[in-house]
Each structure stands twice: as structure tokens, then as C-alpha cells.
């Protein structure tokens, strides 16, 4: 496992994600706008993410007050791009009420009863869970999305039913190493980039900086 981070790292370079509009955000507007774009991004790809979120900052609609304060209507128009529109503006709504009175708290207990509170949110799944733990919250859960599960079915072979073993299975994996979440962080964005560029829906292995260890490595593809 480690050697494919590794490889990945020395190919691509520090990811640093996860990426925010405003630079200098505090800590508190940086895990909003981290959490919205972990909203927005079910079921799309992340270039619509940015332009909905773009046009939330450029309504000064990016903070859980100001959502709040608007209508569904308003706030589905922004976010348009993308897509499911009615549903994630509803979707904020709830999570803005959320972020203002349990946000905080999470950031003081235990990684397993903070991702039981996000769950709890309606909307929230785990994907967007771990994803919200991991980049807004710095804590040590690895994110499973199509492009990991893409990656590492192809490459060891593996092939599990759920979200649960699949994240058992990086977890297991990882478990001894120092700076976990910052790793966990490394990794994912990591294999999302490698999948952009290499690992793609029809693979480019000739291309590919993993193919000395990938079982699933196609010649000439
Ligand atoms: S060798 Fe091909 S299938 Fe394997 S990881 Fe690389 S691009 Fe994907």
C-alpha cells in the first residue's frame, strides 16, 4: 500500500488538498465551504462543484447564515452546475443549521462519534462523511470514492460489496503510520489525480507509473 503511495507521490507531487476558493479563509469559513463543496460534489464531477460554489461566494451566499437566510429557489440557482440542484440546496440548508450548532463539538470528540453525527444529517452519507472528517476536520478516515475503488480493484485485484470494507481495508493497511490523517489527505487526492491522468475509465497503461505493480495492467492499452 505504501509503495503506491509512494510511486504516486514522487510522480504527481503534494496535492494539498483540499481546494478553497478564498486563500486566506479562517478555519471556521475554510470547513464550510470544504463541507459544501463535499455536499455538492455527490454525483457530479468537481469542475461543476467549483462553478456552484463560485457563484455561492460571488452572491456572498458561502457562510450557514447567510443559506439559511435565503430561499431554496435562491440557492438551487446557484447551484445549478452542479446538478440535483433542488435536492443539495436543500441539502445546505439543513447541514448550515448543523454546521452553526455542532460543528464545533466536532472537532473535540472522537473520530467514530463525529462521523456518527454527520451521518445523522439528512443528506449526509458516508462518502461525504469521511470526506467532511478528512479535509474539514483533519481527522484520520480514509475517503472511499469510484476512483479509488477504480484504482485498487484494477491494480490488487480486490473487489468489496461495501463502503465499510473498503475503508476496513485502507485502514488495516495504513494503521502504523505517523501523520495519518495529512497521509490520508496525500493519498486520496493523490489517486483521484492518478485516475484523471492514467487510470482513466478505459486505462492508459502504457502511460501508467503503477504498471510494474498492477495485476490488472492491459499491454499497449
Ligand atoms: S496499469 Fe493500467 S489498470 Fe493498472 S493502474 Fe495503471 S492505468 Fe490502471
Redesign the pocket.
Known sequence: MLDVFNILFERYGRQGWWPVLAANADKKSRGFEVSTGAILTQNTAWRNVEKAIKNLSDKNLLAPELILKTSVSDIAECIKPAGYYNQKAERLKIFSEFFLGEFDKLKEINTGKARQMLLSVKGIGPETADSILLYALNKPVFVIDAYTK??FS??LGVDFKTYTEWQDFFHKNLEDIEKQAEMFNEFHALIVE??KN???KQ???E?????SI?????PN?
Not at 207 to 211: E, M, P, T, V
Not at 214 to 218: P, S
Open positions: 477504480r484504482l484494477r491494480m492518478h485516475c492514467a487510470c482513466k486505462p492508459l497503461c502511460k501508467c507509473s503503477l504498471s498492477c495485476k490488472a495492467k492491459i492499452a
